[in-house]
C-alpha cells in the first residue's frame, strides 16, 4: 500500500488546489465557494521519487456544526489514515485563530506537520513567511498552488517524513 498525504486547513486556503497541483488532475472540486469539497478525496502523487496517495479534505472551520460537523469527521477520518500531515495556510489572509485551533488538533495526533504556507504569489516571501513562524514547525514551506510553485520543495520534504 502506498504512503498517505492528508492536506488540512481553513477552507478556501488552496487545498484542492494544491491537491490537483501535486496529482495533476482536474478533479479536485475547486470553486472560490468556500468548503466545497465536503468528502475526502484521493489521488496519487507521482511527482517526486516515490509516489504517495493524497488526501483532499474538507476545510476544518472549528465550528463543528451541521455540515461543518460531517466535514470535520471527514478530516479526522484522514487524519487517522494519513501517515503526513499537511496544514495548509493563507499567506494573503495571514495567521488566522482557526489555524491556531486546528494546528492544535493536528499536534494531538503525533503525526509530523508540514505548513504549506499559500497564495505567496506577488506577496514579498520573507514577510509572508514571518508570522507563520511561530508555529514552531520544523517545515513551513512557501507556496502557491495556483502557479505551481513550491509543489516539488513541498514533496521532497514529504518524502522523507514517509
Ligand atoms: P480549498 O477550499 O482549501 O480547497 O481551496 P481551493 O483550492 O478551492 O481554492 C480557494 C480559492 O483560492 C480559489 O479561488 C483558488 O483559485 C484560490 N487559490 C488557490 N491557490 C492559490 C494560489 O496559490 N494563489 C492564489 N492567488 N490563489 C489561489
Ligand atoms: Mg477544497
Request: include cysteine; glycine fraction near 8%; hydrophobic fraction near 45%.
Amino acid at each position: 500500500m502506498l504512503p498517505v498525504v492528508a492536506l488540512v486547513g481553513r477552507p478556501n486556503v488552496g487545498k484542492s488546489t494544491l491537491f490537483n497541483a501535486l496529482t495533476r488532475s482536474r478533479d479536485a472540486l475547486v470553486a472560490d465557494m468556500p468548503g466545497v469539497t465536503r468528502d475526502r478525496h484521493y489521488g496519487v502523487c507521482r511527482t517526486g521519487e516515490r509516489p504517495f496517495v493524497v488526501v483532499d479534505t474538507g476545510g476544518l472551520s472549528g465550528v463543528e456544526e451541521g455540515l461543518d460537523a460531517l466535514t470535520a469527521q471527514q478530516v479526522r477520518l484522514a487524519i487517522d489514515e494519513a501517515q503526513v500531515l499537511v496544514f495548509v495556510v493563507d499567506a494573503r489572509d495571514g495567521l488566522l485563530p482557526q489555524d491556531r485551533a486546528i494546528l492544535d488538533d493536528l499536534r494531538r495526533s503525533g503525526k509530523p506537520i508540514i505548513a504549506a504556507v499559500n497564495k505567496t504569489d506577488g506577496l514579498d516571501l520573507q514577510n509572508a513567511m514571518a508570522e507563520f513562524s511561530v508555529f514552531g514547525l520544523s517545515s513551513t514551506l512557501p507556496l502557491s498552488a495556483a502557479h505551481n510553485r513550491g509543489t516539488p520543495e513541498l514533496v521532497a520534504a514529504v518524502l522523507p517524513m514517509l
